[in-house]
């Protein structure tokens, strides 16, 4: 098995990474990069979230859930309106090389179902955890599969000038940077409030005034050389396993699987 491995591992080596890699930045001498904000819409963060993002004039990314965009349309709508770019990141959060490609594809289907019309060919997967096979299901699909090169690491309870450092320290031109407007799921209670993350990033932007500018995944993609990487990579069944969310109970993985 694991000369399989180690074969399959050679033959990507060769396969261009423009086919099986996985956006992580973009090469630009330009003074920009990307907010992204998964796992909304959420009725009270999202809002609040557009607001900070108002009043920096600010532009971002928001990989949005298809259940919770369901439930919350008026929201989709208001965060299109006001000139964000929305991306797919599944119909329900499940790990993706946990589920077979049948599920892969209905996921992403039923997420571009959810936020129609607004929705743009972008994609992110949950957890960050994708293989090679759901890499490539994603482009057959249409979709360009964007991670990030920076998190905030904001799914934790952090505090707002921690996770402001977190970006500040290693921002870079082009940087694809990581936050949550919801956690889908989460392992404690108190990791939900975005209340910290929400002045995390007031304080960024207000820091970093006049030095870079936010802008929307394909702005930012049409300003340089987008950057892939060979990103594999499954999160830890018992990690996945431990988790709560508001939605009803989330998905148990097994073993087996
Ligand atoms: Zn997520």
């Not at 607001?51 to 920096?56: A, E, F, N, S, T």
């Not at 998190?151 to 707002?160: E, G, I, R």
């Not at 990033?201 to 987008?226: A, C, K, Y």
């Amino acid at each position: 098995m694991h000369s399989l491995i180690r074969k399959v591992y050679k033959a990507l080596r060769v396969v261009p990474l423009f086919a099986v890699g996985t956006i992580t930045n973009v090469s630009t001498s330009n003074p920009v990069a990307a907010l992204t904000f998964d796992d909304g819409p959420d009725p009270v963060f999202t809002p609040l979230l557009l607001d900070v993002l108002k009043k920096h004039r600010t532009k971002a990314t928001f990989f949005m859930v298809g259940k919770a965009a369901e439930r919350h349309p008026d929201i989709v709508k208001e965060v299109a309106v006001a000139g964000h770019a929305i991306g797919n990141h599944s119909w329900d959060h499940p790990s993706f090389p946990l589920i077979t490609g049948r599920e892969r594809r209905t996921q992403i289907e039923a997420c571009e179902k959810a936020i129609a019309p607004y929705g743009q060919r972008l994609f992110r997967p949950p957890y960050g955890d994708q293989n090679l096979l759901s890499r490539l299901e994603a482009s057959w699909l249409g979709y360009q599969v964007i991670m990030y090169s920076l998190t905030a690491v904001d799914w934790l309870d952090h505090d707002a000038e921690w996770m402001k450092n977190q970006v500040i320290s290693r921002i870079q031109n082009g940087s694809i940077i990581l936050f949550h407007d919801s956690l889908f799921q989460y392992r404690d209670n108190r990791y939900v409030d975005r209340g910290p993350m929400l002045n995390a990033l007031d304080m960024l932007l207000t820091e970093v005034s006049g030095r870079f500018i936010f802008v929307t995944i394909p702005e930012l993609i049409s300003q340089g050389r987008p950057q892939r990487a060979y990103w594999i990579k499954t999160t830890d069944i018992n990690i996945l396993n431990d988790r709560s969310g508001p939605y009803g109970e989330p998905r148990r993985y097994s073993k087996a699987q």
